[in-house]
């Protein structure tokens, strides 16, 4: 599967992360995880009413292609491949997979309490033939009544067990307009999002987190070929 991946994000929710002396557990961070982590931080002030998820501490690697987000109720580290060449998933994710190692040790040795909830999301962009909102319709709805749409957003949800965990898996598709909001849209956004249900209360090892992770990339990967093949590929 030879489409660019856009992003990768591996999202941590936990009933709380110890954020309040913001300098000092970001420069730590950055200590643990070695070379991923090496820009400046940036630690923004705890202030209320900022909802909890919103970022606290922003981490980035020079290059600018991994991003650590952390909330006081969930972390997130991401992938961007706009920062860099264009790169299959499949070449990405060993690169990324080593640095996540780094990221889900270190937050194992600095919060005490463990991820309650866990969630993978990969986003992949594809360019198609002729204008991607009316191949997406064409594909997946096949109803004149929306024949004259500019721009088609799809959401499917489905619920499964991954590994014996119960999960929903969302897919979305998403045609994508010129800057200039003028023309045909020339490419399809395709994301995949594997998370753990809300409901599903457990305490995740760090051992069950990695095994999440791995398990989660290659149920994306297999969906990801499975469903990329709507018709209108480039040629």
Known sequence: MDYPVNSITAALFYPRVPLEHGVAFANEFIQRTGSTLDYEPMVLPLREPVPPDAPRIVLRSRDSLFVCELALNRVNFHYYGHNGPPQSLERVFPRYREALYRVITAL???????????????????????????????????????????????????????????????????????????????????????????????????????????????????????????????A
């Open 108 to 234: 194992s040795e600095m919060i005490e309490e463990k991820a309650n909830r866990l969630g993978f999301v990969v986003k992949i962009v594809k360019q198609t033939a002729g204008d991607a909102s009316a191949i997406l319709l064409d594909e997946f709805i096949c109803d004149e009544r929306f024949d004259e749409a500019v721009e088609t957003h799809l959401h499917f949800l489905h619920q499964f067990e991954l590994e014996g965990l119960p999960c929903n898996r969302w897919v979305r598709f998403r045609s994508l307009r010129p800057p200039n909001a003028q023309g045909e849209s020339r490419h399809a956004l395709f994301e995949i999002d594997v998370n753990t249900r809300a409901e599903y209360n457990h305490v995740f090892a760090s051992h069950e987190v990695v095994s999440f992770f791995l398990e989660a990339y290659e149920h994306a990967r297999k969906q990801a070929e499975r469903l990329m093949t709507f018709a209108g590929d480039e």
